[in-house]
């Protein structure tokens, strides 16, 4: 693989997103991110403007040039989408609402907003989010032959909110394997991808598999680099669900008194405790490994596809990692 970010180093990286702040969003994701900033806010806008410039990245190649913003578009409203949920899941603690939410997409549920114990304006903001991301979707000239699988993976991605549901409430629960399993889906990437293909007329059905594999390998790395830049930030709210404390839990790098700690009454002095021994370990650099792993187990089924870059693809995500490990704290 060529790159310079993995062989287990973690080295000083430069954002090559540092610009991303002064972007502005597109006109059909701008009256959302107005109407959660009013509305919602538990988000700064800059996040919506980092996934706009970093969608350009990954990118099928097969997606129609003249469909390439409706394309980043939908993936910039499904990021918001996601992000609510799991907001409302891991920030507010919030199962009632998150239960309405989960029903938004689906036609045979009804989400209602004036449900008792539910914090209505997360749901109404929620179907009128929904209702511009898929009307963003559908502008897709293949969007009816790809719809089932990106309700597919939505679900996916729904179940890895109430695993980390599951995990704010029974702290205990999780395991690294288990994260892999799950956790992974967060990223949206399968659902990214869904939203390619529905952009690209040129793409062979036949190679679908292909790319799937692919793409299910490039959701990791996305969820790797997320892991490594947050888990800091996670631990300083109590949040002790990143893969990286997880593994250092399970390899004895820490304890499970240090996590209860901060999780019945986070102070400086549990987190700064925690931080420095995973620092001081091999466990981030366990993840860099895994992300080369994975990177290398992906791109053995690039040459094969012919109506899509699948290499591109890939190199994709070696700029989004440098932008991820760019944000990390400083030491």
Known sequence: MENDTGSGTLGVET????????????????PLADAYDER????????????????????????????????????VLATMFIT????VAECHGDRETVAELLKVPFEHQRADPTRAGVAGEYVEYQRELWSALLDAY????????????????????????EYSALMAQYPTLATERELWTYDAHNMMVCCFADI??????????????????????TQRLARIGNWIATWERELAEGDCSSAVVVRALETGVIDASQLRAIQERSSEVSVDSVVAAIRESSVEEHFVDRWDDEYAAAATFAPAAD?????????????????????RPSS
Request: hydrophobic share 40%; proline share 4%; glycine share 4%.
């Open 196 to 217: 390619d293909l529905a952009n690209a007329p040129s793409f062979d059905i036949d190679e679908l598999s292909l790319v799937r594999r692919v793409v299910f390998r």
């Open 84 to 87: 609510v949920i799991d907001d």
């Open 15 to 30: 954002d090559p997103f540092a610009d991303a702040g002064t972007r502005s969003l597109s006109p059909r994701v701008k």
């Open 40 to 75: 919602i806010g538990d988000r700064d806008r800059s996040l919506w403007r980092w996934f706009t410039r970093s969608t350009a990245e990954f990118q099928l190649s097969c997606v129609d040039p003249e469909q390439a913003q409706v394309a980043r578009d939908a993936k």
């Open 307 to 327: 109506s899509v870059d699948l290499r591109t693809y890939l190199e994709g995500f070696e700029t989004i990692f440098r932008a991820q490990l760019a944000n």
């Open 138 to 161: 559908s502008d897709g000239p293949r969007a009816e032959e790809f719809v089932e699988l990106l309700l597919f993976d939505i679900r996916q991605a729904f179940q890895a909110v």
